[in-house]
């Protein structure tokens, strides 16, 4: 039973933080790419960030400079420090990999998303 759980999500005043964290847990081979995507009511889900198993990374033009994406390999987790937040970051924020699981297929798997709020 392999999955994706994440936590960190919140309120927070606009120019606040927030790190989210997501971990995979069950019988997994390997974890290829992980990244975040974020979704507004009634709009399609968006790329936040990306990072290859190599640590390579990949951000929108919306959340560059302000946020980073990192994983840590050995505890199956792959993290998001979101800074100087704004209104407009507020979204459910979804965690995903790339995984194999012991003696299956290839599959994108996500997590159950966690609310980002930031007032203003």
């Known amino acids: 039973q392999v999955q994706l759980v994440e936590s960190g999500g919140g309120l927070v005043q606009a120019g606040g933080s927030l790190r989210l964290s997501c971990g995979a847990s069950?019988?997994?081979?390997?974890?290829?790419?992980m990244g975040w995507y974020r979704q507004v009511p009634g709009k399609q889900r968006g790329l936040v960030a990306t990072?290859?198993?190599?640590?390579?990374?990949n951000y929108a033009d919306s959340v560059k400079g302000r946020f980073t994406i990192s994983r840590d390999n050995a505890k199956k987790t792959v993290y998001l420090q979101m800074n100087s937040l704004k209104p407009e970051d507020t979204a459910i924020y979804y965690c995903?990999?790339?995984?194999?699981?012991?003696?299956?297929?290839?599959?994108?798997?996500w997590g159950q998303g966690t609310q980002v709020t930031v007032s203003s």
């Open positions: 995903n990999a790339d995984m194999w699981p012991k003696g299956g297929f290839r599959y994108t798997y």
């Open positions: 069950g019988s997994i081979f390997s974890i290829n790419d």
């Open positions: 990072i290859t198993s190599g640590g390579i990374t």
